[in-house]
């Protein structure tokens, strides 16, 4: 059975860091572009950084650009997103996708919750002002 499980959040006072994991399991990952969403209460789903299977190409959202690093570990069957200088609009519960077809960009520009290959089920990242 193919899982991502995310773990990694928390509260975090404004300016802190954080670094969230997504651990793969049932299969190996290393061909798939993997990425990480986030959703705000009362908010859509949205992109935040997305990573091509080798880890050399990378996508992040405006928003996140030069805070957060996203990388991967194919050995563990993980991928990363560090967090830093964090504010009180990145809480959210954020999650793990894995897809076999996207390219990096794509995972981050063009992609549909239906179209994704597998989801995790989240993990929350509140940040205190």
């Known amino acids: 059975q193919v899982q991502l499980v995310e773990s990694g959040g928390g509260l975090v006072q404004a300016g802190g860091s954080l670094r969230l994991s997504c651990a793969a399991s049932?299969?190996?990952?290393?061909?798939?572009?993997m990425g990480w969403f986030r959703q705000a209460p009362g908010k859509e789903r949205e992109s935040v950084a997305a990573i091509s299977g080798s880890g050399g190409v990378r996508y992040y959202a405006d928003f996140v650009k030069g805070r957060f690093t996203i990388f991967r570990d194919n050995a563990k069957n993980t991928v990363y997103l560090q967090m830093n200088s964090l504010k009180p609009e990145d809480t959210a519960v954020y999650y793990c996708?894995?897809?076999?077809?996207?390219?990096?960009?794509?995972?981050?520009?063009?992609?549909?919750?239906?179209?994704?290959?597998?989801w995790g089920k989240g993990t929350l990242v509140t940040v205190s002002s």
């Open positions: 049932g299969r190996t990952f290393s061909r798939d572009t």
């Open positions: 996708a894995a897809d076999g077809t996207l390219t990096a960009r794509a995972m981050g520009v063009m992609w549909t919750s239906g179209g994704m290959d597998y």
